[in-house]
């Protein structure tokens, strides 16, 4: 399985569109990206996932280069109800078995 | 409304007590898995199961018990609960038996052992 890097935590204000960055160099070519949201106490919620370029839902964007090494989750306008922990996860969608958790990016927004 | 339901949401109990935390979803996903959750460890998988009677240990199995009879629910069995199991649960199910594709998570189930 890729391993992922996330920063930390980010901190945004209610308002502005949100970009948190996931790097995967040893992503591998069945490999999909998969991005999970998850407030305090409750279960991971998914987001949003892609093989390569853009992927765009009612919630984000994920944007992913050609050399597939990184991706980065977009969200456009937060609400202070979008502070929570995402998680960017790589791995086989088609024959992978475990969904592997990293520590995530910890989002805080603020008014 | 496509669910997965965990219970009970909350546990307290004391070392030895065996206990049974019950798994349920309505979507008739054939992938199901447990997770506990620790603060600075974050989500490791403790068991999965693929389909119906097909079960393998997870990265974190130890001192845990599944068994997948029917296809909407895994239970998740303490067969001798100790402290050092004290966490936050989540069960997990995903379509066409496969890990990765889109996973729905239960609310969680915090159990405490005394």
């Known amino acids: 399985l890729a391993k992922t890097t996330q920063p930390i935590s980010m901190d945004s204000y209610e308002g502005q569109e949100v970009n948190i960055t996931c790097s995967h160099n040893?992503?591998?070519?069945?490999?999909?990206i998969t991005w999970y949201q998850q407030f305090p106490s409750q279960g991971p919620r998914f987001i949003i996932q892609?093989?390569?370029t853009k992927v765009t839902n009612e919630v984000a964007s994920l944007f992913i280069p050609a050399d597939r090494k990184s991706s980065t989750l977009s969200l456009p306008r937060v609400s202070l109800s979008d502070t929570a922990v995402y998680y960017c996860?790589?791995?086989?969608?088609?024959?992978?078995?475990?969904?592997?958790f990293g520590a995530g990016t910890i989002l805080r927004v603020k008014s | 409304e496509a669910q997965v339901t965990q219970n009970p949401r909350y546990l307290i109990t004391v070392t030895g007590k065996k206990l049974t935390v019950t798994c349920s979803q309505n979507?008739?996903?054939?992938?199901m898995s447990w997770y506990r959750q620790d603060p600075g460890l974050g989500l490791r998988q403790i068991y999965y199961s693929m389909n119906v009677e097909v079960t393998d240990k997870g990265d974190v199995p130890e001192g845990y018990k599944v068994s997948r009879k029917e296809k909407r629910n895994f239970p998740l069995i303490l067969e001798s609960p100790s402290p050092n199991q004290t966490s936050l649960y989540f069960c997990?199910?995903?379509?066409?038996?496969?890990?990765?594709?889109?996973?729905?998570f239960g609310q969680g189930t915090r159990l405490t052992v005394v």
């Open positions: 040893n992503i591998a070519t069945n490999d999909y």
């Open positions: 979507m008739n996903h054939e992938y």
């Open positions: 997990a199910s995903s379509f066409g038996g496969r890990g990765l594709a889109e996973a729905f």
């Open positions: 996860l790589v791995g086989d969608r088609y024959y992978g078995n475990k969904l592997v």
């Open positions: 892609g093989y390569k």
